[in-house]
Structures are given as structure tokens and as C-alpha cells.
């Protein structure tokens, strides 16, 4: 089995090479202050440094089953395991589920695509449309594997949210085939307009609804949690204690007293919209621009920005020679399962600055 | 499959129970002062707060391959990857040899048998004597399983230490027949008199030797490592990432900046093993005078006293009323394969102070 193409860039590429790459949130906007404050608050207390819980501190599972409440979701602090990143939490489940099949977008999250291989899920692809998966598709998948992982605000590659409508199909076909969702939210905060409901709000006992610090305050805490029913919560505590006890309970209480200013979280986060919103907009502009050839649209949330060349070009090729002249992203077929050279393109827009994005693109355009 | 009997009693008991039962370091050893000033140095570049590399960052591996080079055994960053505790070195390790067998010490940590049931490894136990496990049956066992997991130093539970002539015998067996060994070394630290040489320092292609923080400095900050060959390491790295994509970064970069100042963390592990020293005579001397039908001897480092009723007390049964009375301490039978009633217990001897440890032996000696 092969290393994820991502993680290996990020090994290889030096500081002057314009990545496109990670999905890397800008570094200009953590809150260090407001950071440094919760820190200096919670190190007064010498339990910051002991062994906690394996589900995770107290204080932080009730802060984020509160803001599921208050979104229409009752939750409660039973209902969420605290996980090393989001990532921990999909490998959490792929071990729960290990051997089993899996309906899973196309195309969908590398990383949790290697996750699915190395726990021996064998994965049914199906095709992701402008508005979510094809519901025809989907439902004749799903009937089959009964279990799916989906990605419905701004998917990581393809920028895609699920319509309304086809977030109620899902429920229904879920529902009906008695079967589990495993819905990964670590974009969901990250909308330009509006946010979308969850699907798993309507599916409280059949769901896993993944959810992370990581794309919103800071990637180092490594904080990620699932929510679900309280018997499933128990039903995979034994994996998550066995793989590394528990979560850093370091970042846990400095998260927890980070967020006991609610308002100033929801600052943050509309500060992080707004730069995001200029930096899809500008990205989209200099392809446009610069390199109109790549068919693309701007996106409404999230990190990503999806397109194509068409069958004419290999991404997958042409990266090698960008990594020459010192840029690099992440070409298309690493997202699908059978990683067939195709013209697509996953750019990150989100870790560079508005030099780096119109010269990084210049660069590509050169290697065509 | 069951969790583990130690992370169900910590999330059990309340603040008033006097426990002997989990591994947890003294909370008033934690150098409070040096991280908070290490912390306020890592967070003035924002870079701690972002995503890192999946083997951990450059300074702290290097500096823990240092501390090795500078005990005979040559190491560089190359052989190191952090790791999110030592116990997602073993869950790492366990994934990467599942379904194989694997030779272990009986009595062994439980949260190591855990992750091997989890990971469908077959365990086979060879008894644990005064100075390392029995060569002949140990010889016997890993000409099957060509691997095997051991904890030389301190033994968890049973603070047994290997003698040199039998860390010699196992080098040995593992050369002969090309096989592997997990040497897990989170006490190693914590000597009394001296410390021993690590087995995998005669055994660098062959072996993974497993180190922790956890012990010596805090637990919460989830920081352990791998140290294997070089070319070990790169196979690893696959689960590795696949697990947490890496180990908290933020955690990383305070530890890297403490650890500069060599002198004064060795200062703080003499703190450490002066102050269990203390107490693991005053729990033995207790034990004594309390409760002499318990057998035992007085450890040599760790943090585990070990010994028996002998065959007339089920110490399985007995923590039941123990933990109505508010004292608790892990059954000895916990840490077989089979786990048959016997009459032995593990004592955690560290967390708790004069005071508890006098108050608890006496409620313990109440139940019997």
C-alpha cells in the first residue's frame, strides 16, 4: 500500500514552493492572542498535564454538544467522543466497520480512502454530481453495503453541497435500509452564504457526524470528535482507548477555556469566511484569467477549488513538472479509487496569498 | 470484546477513592514552571499551531535520537517517529504484524493485550521470573512466532527487571531466528539504582524500541515514539498517518523547546526517581507492617509494587468491596491471557501520598 500523495508533498516540497497542495488553513488567521489567553488560564490548573478520560474532558464534549442543540440537533455530552483529528475519528470507524462494504462518493477524501483500504472496506464508487451524490446510484449502493461515508458541505475535492433535496433521499434511503452514515463536517463552518443542515440530524441513531477544530481554529491541537448515539459512542470506545488512550488533554482544556466566550468563536469564524470568500473569488478570477482553459466554478465554502482541463491534459503528469518550477496541487485521480489519470484538479486556495495564487497558476500554465 | 478493567475504573470512581489502580504519574512532579516558560517561548511562532509532518517534527526527534547516541545505542532522526503516546506505538505495531503471532511475558500489560485481540494477533504468554522471562520456554515460543513484545525495565505489572545475562539470551533467540522484537521502555527512566541497557541496542535492523514522556514529564501531552530502522520506520509511517495524520504538533513543539535545556530535565527525572523511591519504600514498608500476608518485593523503579495472597484470596473478587470502601487497585489476573482469579494485585505507587497510601492499605486489609 502506497503513502497518501499528500502527505509525502508535504514531506518533499521546500518553503519556496507555492502548495496548492494540503488543505492547510492560512496561518495569518489563528487567534494567537486569544489562544495564548486560554493557555495562560488553563495551565494554572496542574491537571492540564495528567491522564484524562478516554472519551475526552467533560467541559469540551458539553461545549460542542451544546452548539449542536442550538442548532436544532439535541445533543448531550454522551453523545460525543473526543478523537486525535477528525482523521482519527474516520480510522476509528473504518476499524468498527472493518471488513465490510462501503458506499462512498467519486470523487471523495484520499485520506479516508486509504483509511477504507488499509481496514479492508471494499469501496462502491458513485457519482458525484453538482448537488450531491446520484440519488439513483446511491440507494442502489446502499442497499447493498448499508454503510456510507459522505462529505456533504463543500467535499473535499470537489467543492460540491448536497441540495436539500437530496439530503432528505439520503435520510429516507438510509432510514429504510436501516444502515449507517458516517458524515464528515470539517468544512460545514465554512460557508460563504449559509449553512446547510445536517443530514444526520434527521438521522440521530444511524449516523456519525464527524466534526473538527482543525479547519476552524488550529490543526496542531489534533482535537476532532464523532457525534453519535450514546450505545455506538460505547460500542467504539474500546478502539479509540486502544489506539492512544485519549485525545491530548493538553489541547482539550486549553480548547475548553478558548471556548467558553462563545462570541468570540463565532468572530473568528466569520473572520475566516470572509478571507476565504476573497481568496475562492481571487483564485477563481487569476484561472480565468490566466489559464481559461481549466473549466471550473467558484466555490461557496470550504477550502477547495475543483475542476478540469478536459481528457486532453494528464494532472497527474503535469505535476511533476510544477514540482520542477516550484508549485504543486493535487491532481484528480487520487481521489478516485482506481486513480486513473484524468484532467481534473484539487487546488487549495486558502494557504496562499494573493502573490503566491497568481504566480502560482502562471507556473502551471507554463508547464502545459 | 471488553474495555480495558483500568480506563472503566478511572472514568468509575470519584475524587474520594484512593487510587492505586492506573499508571498515572504525581500531579506536584509536573514542572509546571519550566513548561509554562517552554510553552510561552514554542507559541511565539504561529507555525506551532499548524499542520506538521506525519514523523514528527525535526528538533524533538532529534533530540530523542540523541539521548540514544549518547547511551552506545546510534540513532538518528531517521529512526524515530512520534508517536500520539506509547500506546499508539503499540496500536501502529500491531496493525502493521496483525494476524501473526506474537510471544508475550505473563503477567503483561493489559492495554498491549487489548490491541493485539483488536488486531487479531495471537498471543502466546511465557512466564515472567524474578529476572526476565524463562529462556527455555521464551526460545520454544518465538521459534514460532518470530515476534515478541517485552517491557525489560520495571516490568508492567510486575516491576520485575531483565538481568543482562538474560537481555543477552533474547538478543540471541531474535538474531537466530530473524524475528522482531517490541521492546516497550516507558519506565526505563525511572530507575532507583541504575539503569540497564536497552535490548534493541544489540538488535538496531531487528527491533522496536518504544519510549514515552507520558512518565517522565506529563501524560497529557500524548508524546511517544518509535525507534526502529530506518527502513521499519518508512513501512510504518503508512498506519501512522492513516491513524491521526500526526501526533500533536503543538505538543511537539513545547517539548522540543523544553528539552533544550538538557541539564535541567535531567535534574527534573532525579526529582522523579528520588520522590518514587521514597514512596515505593513506604508502600512496601505498609504493606509490611499492615498487611503481611501480602507477599511481595520492593521495587527497583516504575511504578508498580507487584506480589500475592497466594492462592486462598481472589483479588478479583476482593476490589469489588474494596471499591464500596473508596480504595481501588488492578486485579493481578487482569494481566493474563486467560484471566483466571489468582491472588495477586498490581499497586500503582506514585499518585498517591503518605497519607492515601497508609489509609488505603488499611481499608484494603478491611475488606479481606
Not at 148 to 159: C, K, R, V
Not at 204 to 225: A, C, D, E, M, Q
Not at 257 to 285: G, V
Amino acid at each position: 500500500m502506497k503513502r497518501s500523495f499528500i502527505r509525502e508533498i508535504l514531506e518533499a516540497i521546500d518553503e519556496e514552493t507555492i502548495s496548492f497542495a494540503g488543505g492547510l488553513p492560512s496561518e495569518n488567521l489563528f487567534p494567537t492572542q486569544d489562544l495564548k489567553e486560554a493557555t495562560l488560564k488553563a495551565i494554572e490548573n496542574p491537571k492540564v498535564y495528567q491522564y484524562t478520560i478516554s472519551n475526552g474532558i467533560n467541559e469540551l464534549r458539553e461545549q460542542i454538544a451544546l452548539r449542536y442543540t442550538n442548532e436544532g440537533f439535541a445533543t448531550t455530552k454522551e453523545n460525543i467522543l473526543i478523537t486525535t483529528g477528525s482523521q482519527q475519528a474516520m480510522y476509528i470507524l473504518a476499524k468498527f466497520f472493518e471488513n465490510k462494504d462501503i458506499t462512498i462518493e467519486e470523487p471523495s477524501y484520499l485520506g479516508a480512502m486509504n483509511i477504507f483500504r488499509l481496514n479492508n472496506l471494499k469501496m462502491d464508487g458513485v457519482k458525484l454530481e453538482d448537488d450531491g451524490v446520484n440519488i439513483e446510484e446511491f440507494e442502489k449502493s446502499f442497499k447493498k453495503t448499508k454503510l456510507t461515508y459522505l462529505i456533504p458541505d463543500f467535499q473535499n475535492p470537489s467543492a460540491t453541497t448536497y441540495s436539500l433535496e437530496k439530503r432528505d433521499e439520503i435520510v429516507k434511503i438510509v432510514e429504510k435500509n436501516d444502515g449507517y452514515l458516517i458524515e464528515d463536517s470539517p468544512y460545514s463552518e465554512l460557508f460563504f452564504d449559509k449553512k446547510m443542515p445536517y443530514i444526520s440530524a434527521k438521522l440521530p441513531k444511524n449516523s456519525f457526524h464527524l466534526g473538527s477544530f482543525s479547519k476552524t481554529l488550529v490543526p496542531s491541537y489534533r482535537i476532532g470528535w464523532i457525534r453519535a448515539d450514546e450505545k455506538l459512542i460505547q460500542s467504539i470506545m474500546i478502539i479509540k482507548e486502544s489506539i492512544d488512550l485519549h485525545s491530548s488533554g493538553f489541547s482539550q482544556y486549553i480548547l475548553a477555556e478558548y471556548l467558553k466566550d462563545e462570541a468570540k468563536y463565532e468572530k473568528h469564524l466569520q473572520e475566516i469566511r470572509d478571507d476565504y470568500n476573497k481568496k475562492a473569488s481571487y483564485f477563481s478570477e487569476q484561472l480565468n484569467l490566466i489559464m481559461p482553459e481549466f473549466k471550473h466554478e467558484k466555490p461557496k465554502g470550504g477550502m477547495f477549488l475543483y475542476g478540469t482541463f478536459g481528457q486532453g491534459v494528464d494532472t497527474f503528469a503535469l505535476v511533476q513538472e510544477c514540482l520542477k518550477k516550484k508549485v504543486v496541487y493535487v491532481p484528480g485521480n487520487q481521489f478516485y479509487i482506481d486513480k486513473v489519470p484524468n484532467g481534473e484538479i484539487r487546488f487549495n486556495y486558502t494557504h496562499s496569498n494573493f502573490e503566491q495564487i497568481e504566480k502560482g497558476i502562471k507556473l502551471i500554465k507554463s508547464c502545459l
